[in-house]
Structures are given as C-alpha cells and as structure tokens.
C-alpha cells in the first residue's frame, strides 16, 4: 500500500479542482487545510476501507 497518494477534489467555497496529497498510513483522520485556488480553510474528512479505498468528504470550515 502506498504512504500517500494524490486526490482531486472540489473546493467547496470556490469550486475549483484541487489536489491533496492524503497520507493513508492512518485510515481514519480529519484536519483543515486551506484551497490552493482561494485560501479559505477547508474541513477534511478521510476515511480507508477494507479494501484500502479512499473516501474523502470536503466541507466548510463550520460545517
């Protein structure tokens, strides 16, 4: 299994496509890291299944 790996999400406060680098060593993690495009802070839920897929949920920072 990879470390890392890169996703592209959509920024929810200005809907621009970003790239993360999420870190998969630990499955379950949430954390806030500002847009690339805009700069506002942005909630980041990962989640890793069995089969070692990624699930991503991006939301505003309070929501």
Do not use: K, R, W
Request: charged share 15%; net charge negative; aromatic share 4%.
């Amino acid at each position: 299994m990879n470390e890392c790996q890169q996703q592209s999400v959509q920024c929810p406060y200005c809907g621009e496509l970003i790239e993360l680098s999420i870190d998969c060593s630990a499955p379950n993690q949430s954390y806030i890291e500002d847009c690339s495009v805009c700069c506002h802070p942005i909630n980041i839920t990962v989640n890793t299944d069995f089969d070692q897929q990624v699930h991503l949920q991006v939301t505003h920072e309070n929501e």
